[in-house]
């Protein structure tokens, strides 16, 4: 490999001659082989608005002159248009506070541009990665503003998926509910529900989700840029601290403004706790919903079999014909890595110390993660599980006729005692509450007909008792 040699303040290294990145880039790649992983896509997109955003608030204040301005804003155009992302090397558990990633930055845009002012990589006698790209700007207040507009990019992908599966659950539910069917507590027997009426449910359990979520959006939209090393805005002007906010509010279309504390957005990483907590109780949720529909489609022969799911792959290479719940399965994985990285960025979080919290690196690496794994899943769990899922109407009747919970619905009329020994009768002798009920001949078979109409069994009120009141009087 043919290599260029450069220098920085700890001597010389050989960097490869065709590289964008240089020394400081190549020196981290040398430290941290950690991982094998490369900085998400969404964070390297919000460095790189940041770097062009800070080049053209330079240039309005003049101190950054045009022509570097100007080749720095355009090397940094060509790398949001999709250029040099193989050059964008870093390990995600890198150097605290994320330096790495910034310099990484900072020198792919400063070779590009001194290759535009008709230099060579690695020279940086006309664009040099610190003074000019890394302008009024540290790593301590560019990392935690691109932790906000990664987050925010990856929040406007994600929700969009969560919509559109509470939608699919919510048509499963009108499709499901005149299918009534046993409810079930302690995974017994219990009163009756409508299949669409758990459908619902689930989709509100969604909506709660996409709200959370969006409630932690407010606080990512303040901006700490301009802080500097500590907060304090040493070396950024007044000027370039607005107008630099005003320059990623335009690129970005988000409503960002700036921080009304600058110290404080450099010190806390509160608002990634806040979104890390939003995104482990949507994974909690996708897990019970995953859970329960695994259950409901369970058997098919020896198991609940009350809806199917659509298959998707053979289920086994020993066992022929099994088919197995794989979609929901991998929501479950992928739920239980989210709740796990929701720990590592509670830990990472607080650890930060007096000005500054160097465990930026792995907060932001498990959002984004978790938010790209959660955003794939979900669509592919919509896809190919929810939208196809069918119910066996037979199978759900005939669990309600004999369930115990029927026992309840029954129990205003002929009393607890005597309900309950209809309900022992029943599990005694394979009978069914009706039957034994007609049996015993404790009431009509229209009276019973009545108490057991599925709509009423399945909303408030006493099942078979007309409702007198008023719609004033229900109000």
Not at 269 to 278: E, G, K
Not at 359 to 370: A, D, E, G, H, R
């Amino acid at each position: 490999m043919t290599t260029r040699s450069e220098k920085d303040t700890l001597g010389t290294l050989q960097v490869p001659k065709n590289a964008y990145y240089g020394i400081q880039t190549a020196r981290a790649m040398a430290n941290f082989p950690i991982s094998g992983l490369l900085p998400h896509p969404a964070h390297v997109w919000a460095t790189l608005v940041i770097k062009l955003c800070a080049a053209r608030a330079n240039m309005e204040t003049g101190r950054l002159s045009r022509e570097i301005g100007e080749a720095v804003v355009r090397s940094a155009e060509e790398a949001l248009a999709g250029n040099y992302g193989d050059q964008f090397v870093i390990d995600p558990f890198q150097a605290g506070a994320g330096t790495s990633h910034n310099m990484n930055v900072n020198e792919v845009l400063a070779n590009r541009a001194e290759e535009i002012l008709g230099g060579s990589r690695g020279e940086y006698s006309r664009v040099h990665p610190n003074d000019h790209v890394n302008m009024a700007q540290s790593t301590n207040d560019v990392i935690p503003t691109a932790m906000r507009l990664a987050s925010l990019r990856m929040l406007s992908l994600l929700l969009p998926e969560l919509e559109d599966l509470a939608k699919a659950l919510r048509r499963k539910g009108t499709e499901f509910d005149s299918i009534l069917k046993s409810g079930r507590t302690h995974l017994q027997d219990a009163v009756p529900i409508r299949l669409g009426q758990e459908f619902e449910a689930y989709a509100v359990a969604i909506d709660k989700n996409i709200s959370n979520l969006e409630a932690a959006r407010p606080n990512l939209l303040e901006l700490g840029l301009g802080g500097t090393a500590v907060g304090t805005g040493l070396n950024a002007e007044p000027r370039y601290i607005k107008l630099v906010v005003e320059h990623i509010g335009r690129e970005t279309g988000f409503p960002v403004r700036n921080a009304a504390n600058l110290i404080e957005t450099t010190q806390n990483m509160d608002p990634f706790v806040v979104l890390s907590s939003a995104l482990k109780g949507l994974a909690v949720n996708l897990t019970r919903i995953a859970n329960d529909l695994r259950l409901l489609s369970s058997g098919p022969m020896t198991g609940l079999n009350e809806i199917n799911l659509p298959p998707v792959q053979p289920g086994s290479s020993i066992m022929p014909g099994k088919v197995n719940p794989v979609i929901l399965e991998m929501v479950n994985m992928v739920s239980f890595n989210v709740t796990g990285a929701d720990t590592a960025v509670t830990l990472a979080s607080q650890a930060g110390q007096l000005e500054l919290n160097v465990m930026m690196p792995v907060i932001i690496y498990n959002i984004l993660f978790s938010m790209e794994i959660l955003k794939n899943a979900v669509r592919k769990m919509r896809e190919s599980c929810i939208e196809g899922i069918t119910a066996n109407v037979e199978k759900c009747s005939r669990y309600l006729d004999s369930s115990m919970g029927m026992a309840t619905v029954l129990a205003p009329y002929i009393g607890y005692a005597a309900a309950a020994e209809i309900a022992k009768e029943s599990l005694r002798t394979g009978r069914s509450a009706k039957e034994i009920i007609l049996a015993r001949e404790l009431l009509s078979g229209e009276a019973l007909a009545e108490i057991t109409d599925p709509y009423p069994l399945t909303t408030p009120g006493i099942s078979g008792k007309r409702d007198t009141t008023t719609k004033e009087e229900q109000q």
